[in-house]
């Protein structure tokens, strides 16, 4: 993360939020990868909130202390997707044209992924 943050290998704190790092990955070009994300909101008043992420199979990110909200009514009820960079000046987009294919999305109320065998269903 850019700029004035606290960081360990999983988490920086920063001017601009909370960023949940995936360690040491990175994207390989001209090759499609599988992306799954398993979500659940907190309970009320609680830092319970789930969020596990896998990376072609390997889970990456495996979080169950997030609060994502503070109000009964808010939910899980749309898909937001962006290709943001981050950051709030040009240092923090790409140096060169870039371009990325996403194809094939799917949102499920029942997993993806089976965790005792650590691959796709």
């Known amino acids: 993360m850019k700029g004035s943050s606290i960081c360990t290998t999983w988490i920086c704190l920063g001017k601009w939020g909370e960023d949940l790092a995936l360690g040491e990955f990175h994207f390989k070009t001209e090759q499609w990868h599988t992306l799954t994300q398993h979500i659940r909101v907190n309970d009320m008043n609680e830092s319970n909130g789930v969020l596990k992420?896998?990376?072609?199979?390997?889970?990456?990110?495996?979080?169950?202390?997030?609060?994502?909200?503070?109000?009964?009514?808010?939910?899980?009820?749309?898909?937001?997707?962006?290709?943001?960079?981050?950051?709030?000046?040009?240092?923090?987009?790409?140096?060169?044209?870039?371009?990325?294919?996403?194809?094939?999305?799917?949102?499920?109320?029942?997993?993806?992924?089976?965790?005792?065998?650590?691959?796709r269903q």
């Open 53 to 119: 992420v896998w990376i072609d199979g390997k889970k990456r990110l495996d979080r169950n202390n997030i609060r994502f909200r503070g109000q009964p009514t808010a939910l899980i009820d749309s898909f937001y997707f962006s290709t943001f960079h981050g950051g709030n000046s040009a240092e923090w987009g790409p140096k060169t044209n870039s371009s990325a294919y996403f194809d094939n999305f799917i949102i499920s109320s029942t997993p993806l992924i089976n965790e005792n065998l650590n691959k």
